[in-house]
């Protein structure tokens, strides 16, 4: 489970959406990824503690907990895009660790951090299975995973209807919010068709993690979910 030889494909979609992928972000997720970030991260991260945000991007997890956390967090940004993470350090009070690679092979020892964040981005691992082994072995006794992500509804009426907005409708917007550069959106339905839905990835945590808290949004199809070790 995951994207497999899907994932080179993704990878280069990303690369080339650099430009306008927040404003595109923003569009299609109706102006609500800020708030989804807010409440995925409230009272689950704590000042003082190292934080992981693992298919960071421009890292916006990370800042959104900095936020909330006032800027004492010891933070690193992972992703496998070099230009994702270029000139990321201006963006936080305290420069952050950065480093590039991908969910399942995180380079870093066991248990070195208190959370980890995954904001819109483990949906791209290659194998889910893997990257949540990978997450549950670098976090600490008592550790967080944070996801912020679509989700895919258990009903299928729902699901379709969600399905239905990605396949159909987001090229449009993202379109509008980003020129031709937002049509290559159009690969966020594959991650999409790809990934479990609700309960599937529910079980999948609690193969790693006893504690999994499951919140849902916009009828199943945006998620916050906090697993603990």
């Not at 995973?145 to 396949?167: Q, T």
């Not at 409708?169 to 690969?187: E, T, Y």
Request: proline share 4%; net charge positive.
């Amino acid at each position: 489970m995951g994207l497999g030889s899907y994932w080179c494909e993704v990878l280069d979609v990303l690369e080339k959406i650099i430009p306008v992928y927040d404003k595109v972000n923003s569009f299609i997720s109706l102006g609500r990824d800020s708030e989804f970030r807010q409440r995925g991260i409230q009272g689950r991260v704590k000042q003082g503690e190292t934080v992981l945000d693992a298919g960071s991007g421009f890292g916006n997890m990370s800042k959104t907990a900095s936020r909330i956390c006032g800027d004492v967090l010891q933070i690193t940004l992972y992703d496998p895009l070099r230009p994702m993470l270029k000139n990321t350090s201006r963006l936080f009070a305290k420069a952050p660790v950065v480093a590039c690679g991908v969910f399942e092979h995180i380079p870093f020892r066991d248990e070195t951090f208190d959370a980890v964040l995954c904001g819109y981005s483990l949906r791209d691992a290659i194998s889910l299975r893997t990257a949540i082994a990978e997450i549950h072995r670098v976090l600490k006794k008592g550790g967080r995973l944070v996801i912020v992500d679509l989700g895919k509804p258990d009903n299928p009426l729902i699901r379709a209807g969600v399905s239905f907005y990605l396949r159909s409708m987001l090229p449009i917007l993202a379109m509008i919010a980003g020129g031709r550069l937002g049509l290559k959106f159009v690969a966020l339905y594959g991650t999409y068709r790809l990934w479990p839905e609700n309960k599937k990835l529910e079980s999948l945590l609690h193969d790693k993690f006893p504690r999994v808290e499951f919140e849902k949004a916009m009828m199943g199809g945006a998620i916050m979910v906090a697993a603990y070790k």
